[in-house]
């Protein structure tokens, strides 16, 4: 069983800059973080595997990083020039199989 713990949403005005943080309790491999908007379905951001391979949705490459802390069992969102499209409730997920609780990042003036 994994246990999954968001931190470092927020309301943040456009063009800004947000990081996010997951800790992790028990055995990860690959990692991720998606997003969900209202009335949008549930999208994958970004994931990395444990050897700190990366994947980017379109809609944020070079914009968001994807990073992990393998000694903190942890892995962050760096997400910079933040649009009001990036709105939505951001989830970390584990192993494909574990979710967080979600954190609320708001892109607004």
């Known amino acids: 069983q994994v246990q999954l713990v968001e931190s470092g949403g927020g309301l943040v005005h456009p063009g800004g800059s947000l990081r996010l943080s997951c800790a992790a309790s028990?055995?990860?491999?690959?990692m991720g973080w998606y997003r969900q908007a209202p009335g949008k379905q549930r999208e994958l951001v970004a994931s990395?595997?444990?050897?700190?391979?990366?994947n980017y949705a379109d809609s944020v490459k070079g914009r968001f990083t994807i990073s992990r802390d393998n000694a903190k069992n942890a892995v962050y969102l760096q997400m910079n020039s933040l649009t009001s499209e990036d709105t939505a409730v951001y989830y970390c997920?584990?192993?494909?199989?574990?979710w967080g609780q979600g954190t609320q990042v708001t892109v607004s003036s």
């Open positions: 997920n584990a192993n494909f199989q574990f």
């Open positions: 990395i595997t444990s050897t700190g391979n990366t």
């Open positions: 028990g055995k990860i491999y690959a």
